[in-house]
Protein backbone atom coordinates (compact mmCIF):
# COMPACT_ATOMS: atom_id res chain seq x y z
CA UNK A 1 0.00 0.00 0.00
CA UNK A 2 1.41 3.44 -1.05
CA UNK A 3 0.23 6.51 -0.13
CA UNK A 4 -0.07 9.64 -2.61
CA UNK A 5 0.97 12.53 -0.39
CA UNK A 6 3.84 10.45 1.95
CA UNK A 7 6.61 9.44 0.08
CA UNK A 8 7.84 5.81 0.72
CA UNK A 9 4.86 5.29 3.08
CA UNK A 10 3.72 2.24 4.17
CA UNK A 11 1.36 0.44 6.51
CA UNK A 12 1.50 -1.82 9.38
CA UNK A 13 -1.67 -5.08 9.38
CA UNK A 14 -1.31 -6.84 12.49
CA UNK A 15 -0.45 -10.58 10.93
CA UNK A 16 0.24 -9.62 7.61
CA UNK A 17 -2.93 -9.21 6.56
CA UNK A 18 -4.93 -5.52 5.77
CA UNK A 19 -8.25 -7.85 5.37
CA UNK A 20 -10.86 -6.12 3.60
CA UNK A 21 -10.14 -2.55 2.29
CA UNK A 22 -13.05 0.01 0.23
CA UNK A 23 -12.51 2.98 -1.43
CA UNK A 24 -15.15 4.79 -2.43
CA UNK A 25 -15.59 8.22 -4.27
CA UNK A 26 -18.48 10.57 -5.36
CA UNK A 27 -19.62 12.24 -8.06
CA UNK A 28 -22.10 15.42 -8.92
CA UNK A 29 -22.39 17.95 -11.11
CA UNK A 30 -20.15 21.28 -10.55
CA UNK A 31 -23.46 23.30 -10.67
CA UNK A 32 -24.58 23.93 -8.07
CA UNK A 33 -28.64 23.87 -8.87
CA UNK A 34 -28.45 20.84 -10.79
CA UNK A 35 -29.72 18.02 -9.04
CA UNK A 36 -27.24 15.87 -8.72
CA UNK A 37 -24.89 18.07 -6.79
CA UNK A 38 -28.21 19.52 -4.60
CA UNK A 39 -28.36 15.55 -3.41
CA UNK A 40 -25.04 14.86 -2.71
CA UNK A 41 -25.47 14.99 0.94
CA UNK A 42 -28.03 12.01 0.53
CA UNK A 43 -25.33 9.90 -1.57
CA UNK A 44 -22.97 10.54 1.48
CA UNK A 45 -25.29 9.90 3.76
CA UNK A 46 -26.04 6.59 1.79
CA UNK A 47 -22.70 5.15 0.64
CA UNK A 48 -21.21 6.32 4.23
CA UNK A 49 -23.58 5.30 6.79
CA UNK A 50 -25.91 3.10 5.38
CA UNK A 51 -24.11 0.38 3.07
CA UNK A 52 -20.65 0.87 4.60
CA UNK A 53 -21.05 1.34 8.15
CA UNK A 54 -24.76 -0.57 8.78
CA UNK A 55 -24.60 -3.19 5.63
CA UNK A 56 -20.80 -3.60 5.43
CA UNK A 57 -19.66 -2.68 9.25
CA UNK A 58 -16.99 -1.00 7.75
CA UNK A 59 -15.77 1.33 10.51
CA UNK A 60 -12.11 2.30 10.33
CA UNK A 61 -9.80 4.51 7.65
CA UNK A 62 -6.44 2.59 6.26
CA UNK A 63 -3.74 3.17 8.64
CA UNK A 64 -2.34 6.84 7.44
CA UNK A 65 -4.99 8.08 5.84
CA UNK A 66 -8.16 9.92 6.45
CA UNK A 67 -11.10 8.61 6.38
CA UNK A 68 -13.13 10.86 3.95
CA UNK A 69 -10.62 13.27 1.65
CA UNK A 70 -10.16 14.47 -1.54
CA UNK A 71 -8.81 11.98 -3.83
CA UNK A 72 -5.24 13.40 -3.71
CA UNK A 73 -4.95 12.75 -0.23
CA UNK A 74 -6.15 9.51 -0.10
CA UNK A 75 -3.62 6.37 -0.48
CA UNK A 76 -2.80 4.70 -3.97
CA UNK A 77 -5.44 1.57 -4.50
CA UNK A 78 -5.70 -1.11 -6.92
CA UNK A 79 -9.79 -0.89 -7.13
CA UNK A 80 -12.37 1.81 -6.04
CA UNK A 81 -15.79 2.56 -6.62
CA UNK A 82 -17.65 5.83 -7.36
CA UNK A 83 -21.34 6.54 -7.10
CA UNK A 84 -23.60 9.48 -8.71
CA UNK A 85 -26.93 9.98 -8.14
CA UNK A 86 -29.38 9.47 -10.72
CA UNK A 87 -32.09 12.02 -10.12
CA UNK A 88 -36.01 12.15 -11.48
CA UNK A 89 -37.63 15.75 -9.95
CA UNK A 90 -41.38 15.85 -9.80
CA UNK A 91 -42.96 19.17 -9.13
CA UNK A 92 -46.44 19.92 -8.40
CA UNK A 93 -48.18 23.43 -8.40
CA UNK A 94 -51.97 23.80 -6.96
CA UNK A 95 -53.51 27.45 -7.64
CA UNK A 96 -56.76 28.23 -5.68
CA UNK A 97 -58.59 31.15 -5.96
CA UNK A 98 -60.62 32.02 -2.68
CA UNK A 99 -62.68 35.17 -1.87
CA UNK A 100 -61.41 37.15 -4.80
CA UNK A 101 -57.87 36.90 -3.78
CA UNK A 102 -55.56 33.91 -5.11
CA UNK A 103 -52.73 32.29 -3.21
CA UNK A 104 -50.47 29.23 -4.16
Known sequence: ???S?????????????EGDT???????????QDAIARYKGNNL???SMYD??????????VPGSP???CVEQMPVVSRSDC???DVDETFVFKYRV??????A
Not at 5 to 17: I, K, L, N, R, W
Request: charge should be negative; proline fraction near 2%.
Open 1 to 3: LGS
Open 5 to 17: HVPGGFAVFEGES
Open 22 to 32: HCHGFAWDAAE
Open 45 to 47: FYV
Open 52 to 61: HLYTRGYVRA
Open 67 to 69: MCG
Open 83 to 85: TQL
Open 98 to 103: SGGGGS
